[in-house]
């Protein structure tokens, strides 16, 4: 419970001390110098995610990371066994990229201005229409070069079994057209989950050649659920 305890405080400490790298991106984007917005929010975004796997005592070893297309954004698409999901990706993935998180998130100083800063897209759950737009946004977002992670589950297994793939989560790569891109996820219960606290654990992440999803049929983008699925859970130990 220390470590938990002493790692929140850490956390949160780091935050507040991005806030001048913080007041510069958002600088830079008024000023319109979006390229130069990049290049200070991603190696920031990382450092942040590394530290917080770090702080749990936590270890990643990437497999495939030649299969992202570097030419493209693309879709992530892989299972969700905890909260670590996203640092790890977004600490261990060599590729610009951002997620769909809920419109809550917003009340949160500091990290909602880093959310925004990467181009994520907030969702309220509960308003029908505000959800089309949070999806449609999250299109343009891809097309403007953005890629973007998508946990199709809908919830975190807890290392429990994969659960289904909802087809809706597969819009986003469909209607822009970009490759998916599955991952693994494989052992991220085990830094907070299994005990419900932070506890030291080694994490698997396998990333999986490319899906193209431009000029699918009906058929073809119906079966994409089940075939990402069985991807994802071939690298499963």
């Not at 308003?127 to 999806?135: L, Y």
């Not at 999986?208 to 119906?222: D, G, K, Q, V, W």
């Amino acid at each position: 419970m220390l470590r938990t305890f002493f790692a929140f405080f850490k956390f949160f400490g780091y935050l507040i001390g991005t806030v001048p790298r913080q007041k510069k991106a958002f600088r830079l984007e008024r000023e319109g110098k979006i390229a130069e917005r990049d290049a200070v929010v991603k190696p920031g975004v990382e450092n942040w995610a590394k530290s917080v796997v770090a702080l749990a005592g936590g270890t990643v070893e990437v497999f495939g990371e030649e299969n992202i297309p570097q030419d493209t954004a693309v879709v992530f698409i892989g299972n969700h066994q905890g909260y670590f999901d996203i640092p790890i990706l977004l600490g261990y993935v060599n590729k610009t990229k951002a997620f769909i998180s809920k419109i809550e998130i917003l009340k949160v100083p500091i990290l909602s201005g880093w959310m925004k800063l990467m181009q994520c897209t907030f969702m309220d759950r509960k308003d029908m229409r505000q959800s089309v737009r949070a999806m449609a946004e999250a299109v343009e977002t891809v097309k403007k070069g953005y890629s973007l992670v998508i946990f199709p589950e809908g919830t975190r297994s807890r290392g429990g079994p994969v659960g289904e793939f909802k087809a809706g989560s597969f819009k986003l790569a469909l209607k822009s057209g970009v490759p998916i891109v599955p991952v693994t996820i494989d052992g991220s219960w085990r830094l907070f989950e299994a005990k419900n606290r932070l506890s030291p654990g080694s994490v698997r992440l396998t990333i999986h050649p490319a899906i193209p999803t431009a000029n699918l049929s009906r058929e073809e983008a119906a079966a994409l659920p089940e075939k990402v699925r069985a991807v994802v859970m071939s690298a499963l130990v």
